[in-house]
Structure formats: structure tokens, C-alpha cells
């Protein structure tokens, strides 16, 4: 069988496949590799491949240069997928991002159950082009699409003792080969106290360069929380309660010395292993300076007044 390298896929803007028939041909994809007829070899969708989302822009961007698609989607950290960085875009085709359901409750006086499709239509979505600064040392700037959490935690309205957010990513060891070993205690989980949740700069994305979201970054609807290390920014989403005790996290819970809860990006703060001094954005060759709050410390400190960053890494 002859198979087409990816970069024969890419289709001209004009002709980018409309999102139903891309969506059967990921299935079709899928269930070539589920039965043996296709190698899982990399699939990170070229971008006009993916669906086009309609979006303004938004604030808080960054005019920082543009980590290219292409390295945004195939150097990842998914570990449902795996845990080399390019396991998310070879093997993440067996997710499946439609139907999807997301279950908004716990101390909310409205709870709510949301198809996926409901709230990209509910919220104007918004381009917030971000740092991403993974714990790991590297970083990247990426063009998110998405609308602010704040936005449908509002909707549901938190009960008056609400004081953080618990988030949950889809746990189905079909879809999610990774699932099946013991890397971490599976669903990932993660959290935020409430005032970081409602903080205007939370985003849940669904889309990124103004395409859906690629199931590698996390499909169909993730969290981006700018100014604290990657893995705070939960993937594949399926269930944000609202709770008065603090969540436990997934890194926490594999690692508690080295992963706090608030994971704030703090270059004074060492991971007890390496320095967080220092960071290698994608693309460049050498090291940048970290910054507090991974430069969003005139927004966010203000959350944090008070409070001892050591203690509370
Ligand atoms: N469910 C889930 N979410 C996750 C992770 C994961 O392994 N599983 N990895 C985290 C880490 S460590 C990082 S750095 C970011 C990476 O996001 P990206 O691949 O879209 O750049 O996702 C975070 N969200
Ligand atoms: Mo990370």
C-alpha cells in the first residue's frame, strides 16, 4: 500500500476540508491503524487540514514570535500518549474529540452538562497568543483559540463556599493508549483556587493558528494558565467541578516534592533537580531568562500577595 507522507496532505486554505468530512477521515484513519492497515507513524495534521475556527482577537497577547505550527503539534506532552514528545502526534489519532461531553457541577448552583460544539457556540471565541513555559526548561509562544473559563464558570454560578476548581481529563484506555500502564494514576487531574480559575487570562482553547485544536495538543477543549508550568494546563477535558477543599493534582500526587499545587513559573524557585533559571524557547539556541509568572507577573502577582512562593511552589 502506498501511504502519503503527511506534508502530501496539506491542502491550500481555500480548499481546507470542511470539519465533518476531516473528522470522518481522522476516524477513517484511526480505524485503518486500529486494524493494521496503516502504520502508526506521525500524524500531526498539517494545519489547513484542520477545521477553521471564527475568532477575534484577544487580550494579553504576546508580540513575541510565533513558536511555527508545526513544532507546536509534534513536540508535546500528553502521557495518555506516551512520554517521548513525539508519541502525542504519532499515536494521538486514536482520540476521539466528537461527541464530547463536558460536566460543569459540584458547588455551582447551576450544574451543567455541555456538548463540546454547545460552547464554542455559547462564547465568542478569542485569540490569546501565550507562553507556554513547561517545568521541563523549554517554552514556546502559542496562538490559542479559545474563551475565557471565567466565562462558563459564571454561567453555572459557583455557591458562595466554591473556593477551587477540580479538573479532569478523559480517562478511556481505548482511546488513550498511555492509560494502560501505570506512568501516572490515571485520569490526569489537575486544579486552581477559584480567584486563578475566574482570572481573566485562563483560557479553555479549542483551537489553535486559528484551526481546532490537533488531538496531540489536547482535543477537544483543554485549559491554558499562562503564567504556571505546562502541566497545569490540563488536556482533554471532561469534567471542571467546583469544590471548597483543595484538589489533588497529578503531578502532586506522583511527586510531591518536586510538584506543588500552584506550580507558579518562578525562576527563583528550583525544581529540586534542575534550575528553573534559565529556559530554551523552541526553535532557539540559546537560553533565555525566566521570568516570574512567565511574564505575566503584572497581571497575575496581585493573586498572591501575602503569600511565601517557596513554601507555596
Ligand atoms: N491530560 C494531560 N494534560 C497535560 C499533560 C498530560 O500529560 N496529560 N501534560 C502537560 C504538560 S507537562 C505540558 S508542558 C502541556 C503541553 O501542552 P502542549 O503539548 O499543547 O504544548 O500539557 C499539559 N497537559
Ligand atoms: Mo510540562
Known sequence: MLIRKPSDLSLPEREATPEALY???????AAMVAAGLLPACAKAEPEAALAALDYTPGPFSTREERTPFKAITTYNNFYEFGTDKGDPSARAHTLR???WTVVVDGKVHKPRRFDVDQLLKAFPLE???YRLRCVEGWSMVIPWVGFPL???LKLVEPEADARYVAFTSLHDPKQMPGQRGAVLDWPYVEG??????LHPLTLLAVGLYGRVLPNQNGAPIRLVVPWKYGFKSIKS???IRLTDRQPPTSWNLSNPREYGFYSNV???VSHPRWSQAKERRIGEFRRRDTLLFNGYAEQVAGLYK???LRRFY
Open 127 to 129: 485569540e490569546r497568543v
Open 150 to 152: 471565567a466565562a462558563l
Open 237 to 239: 477535558v471532561v469534567s
Open 192 to 197: 486552581l483556587r477559584l480567584d486563578e480559575a
Open 266 to 268: 518562578n525562576p527563583e
Open 306 to 308: 501575602g503569600m511565601d
Open 23 to 29: 473528522l470522518n477521515r481522522r476516524e477513517w484513519l
Open 97 to 99: 474529540p466528537r461527541p
